[in-house]
């Protein structure tokens, strides 16, 4: 067993379940940053003070995902051969989200939050305690004495598995924004390492996409607002702007979708994979978008309190992750280089360069 914890077999099964999971959270979270979680208790009214604390953890907890998730990314791309979005897939995937996006709002208009609620967490729990076991399980094993055998359980659960699991019930039991926020870093972590784009252009014709999407769902309709405050699940960051008050027990959240952290942080992630391609000493691509990324998230926060209305932060992170390494490899001369960069290229390219190399050859001995 690798160190890892996850067997092959899982590990696919936690790729597949990543990438349905961001429909969701692209269909529900691109807008959350700018909104507060509705609770049936009287809210502590928000502070500067605890104002200033709850974004700026908020902000803190979306680079946090997008940093490691990235430099994971690179380790499993060198040891597994992962699974690309095609330009395809990229230009259909803000109407498979729309798609998403609109059938949860109905199915919130049609039936009770509560029922359906009370399925996604069961959904969520199982897949929030394979998410958690993923990212945890290098650090675990290492801390955990190697005399102490690392022995599977019935069911498929093993050690880590069963550990993250009191998580899932602290969750499942209380809905308690920690383990919320411990499932939600999971899961982001998690699809930044996994879900891979190729090459920059898909990057771009994704973003782009969402751009669009983001902007009409908040500004053009209800429907992104709606299911934002109807579920409930931990595919979101949450963190409580009277903490300073009322400490654990605080209730007043500001939320941060996770839309808006794994959307963004696979395109850095690919960045970072560029820069080691380049085999320079420094990271430039991959800083400087999550500088971008920083600045966009905090333009985001700063319209929103000027005009006093939900924002679409996807409005102001795509631009600046988008703008920044494309402005930055026209003025180092790397443009060419960006956008003939790939993961992986086609399998259909590599048997046409093969077939390429056997004609040459066979053309070479010819003339000889």
């Known amino acids: 067993?690798?160190?890892?914890?996850?067997?092959?077999?899982?590990?696919?099964?936690?790729?597949?379940?990543?990438?349905?999971?961001?429909?969701?959270?692209?269909?529900q979270a691109t807008e959350n940053l700018t909104e507060n979680v509705t609770n049936s208790t009287k809210k502590t009214p928000s502070t500067p003070e605890g104002m200033a604390v709850a974004y700026g953890s908020l902000v803190i907890m979306a680079l946090l995902p997008i940093f490691f998730g990235s430099y994971r990314s690179v380790i499993y791309h060198k040891e597994k051969k992962p699974e690309k979005m095609t330009k395809k897939d990229a230009a259909i995937f803000p109407i498979m989200a729309s798609c998403a996006?609109?059938?949860?709002?109905?199915?919130?208009?049609?039936?009770?939050?509560?029922?359906?609620?009370?399925l996604l967490t069961g959904y969520f729990f199982f897949l929030g305690v394979l998410a958690l076991t993923h990212l945890l399980s290098p650090i675990v094993s290492k801390l955990v004495p190697a005399a102490i055998p690392n022995i599977p359980f019935h069911i498929t659960f093993k050690q880590g598995e069963a550990a993250c699991s009191l998580v899932g019930a602290w969750y499942l039991i209380q809905k308690h924004w920690v383990a919320n926020n411990l499932f939600g870093l999971a899961f982001a972590v998690n699809a930044v390492e996994l879900l891979h784009l190729n090459n920059v252009v898909t990057g771009c014709i994704l973003l782009c996409g969402l751009f669009f999407y983001d902007i009409f769902w908040v500004f053009g309709t209800d429907v992104m607002v709606?299911?934002?405050?109807?579920?409930?699940?931990?595919?979101?960051?949450?963190?409580?702007?009277?903490?300073?008050?009322?400490?654990?027990?605080a209730n007043n959240f500001a939320m941060l979708g996770l839309g808006d952290i794994v959307i963004p942080g696979i395109f850095i992630a690919l960045l970072l994979r560029f820069d080691h391609s380049l085999k320079r000493k420094t990271k430039t691509y991959f800083h400087a978008s999550v500088i971008a990324y920083f600045l966009g998230l905090m333009a985001t926060i700063f319209v929103m309190h000027v005009f006093k209305h939900a924002q679409p932060a996807l409005l102001y992170l795509v631009p600046a992750c988008i703008g920044t390494p494309l402005g930055l490899a026209l003025v180092k001369g790397d443009l060419t280089a960006l956008f003939k960069y790939e993961d992986s290229p086609d399998e259909e390219k590599t048997e046409e360069n093969k077939k390429e190399e056997k004609q040459a050859k066979q053309e070479a001995k010819k003339i000889k």
Do not use: C, H, R, W
């Open 1 to 27: 067993m690798d160190e890892n914890n996850i067997e092959e077999p899982e590990m696919e099964k936690l790729v597949d379940k990543e990438a349905d999971v961001v429909n969701v959270i692209v269909a």
């Open 101 to 118: 996006l609109f059938a949860l709002y109905i199915v919130f208009k049609l039936f009770s939050k509560e029922y359906i609620n009370l």
């Open 226 to 249: 709606t299911v934002a405050k109807s579920f409930e699940a931990p595919i979101k960051l949450v963190f409580p702007q009277d903490l300073l008050q009322n400490g654990f027990s």
